[in-house]
């Protein structure tokens, strides 16, 4: 009887412990890709008033890299998806195109 209780209980908590989530699990993949999108829209536009100062340039790259390696992730396991697959050459192009502004400014 005393086996018995013990496993009930046992089986109990382990049904009760929580899972780990991912920590993106909230939204999905098209509106993640938006989101980064618009975050990538928001870092060309402020390119273009960037005159060539190198910490602003800096920055944009900062910024942008880690963005294009998100998008080109998700692009990666959406292979089906054309414009994920466009998103992730121009968030690429951005990267290299800031890093190389930044490289040169100053």
Do not use: I
Request: hydrophobic share 35%; with cysteine; glycine share 6%.
């Amino acid at each position: 009887m005393r086996l018995l209780s013990m496993l009930v209980a046992s089986a109990v908590f382990l049904l009760g412990c929580p899972k780990r989530a991912e920590p993106r699990v909230a939204g999905s993949s098209e509106a993640q890709m938006e989101q980064w999108a618009a975050e990538l829209e928001e870092l060309r536009a402020r390119a273009g008033t960037a005159d060539g100062r190198s910490a602003e340039t800096c920055t944009l790259a900062e910024r942008a890299c880690p963005l294009a390696g998100e998008v080109c992730q998700l692009a990666a396991k959406s292979t089906d998806r054309e414009e994920y697959q466009r998103q992730c050459g121009r968030a690429q192009e951005d990267c290299a195109r800031y890093r190389d502004a930044c490289d040169h400014a100053g």
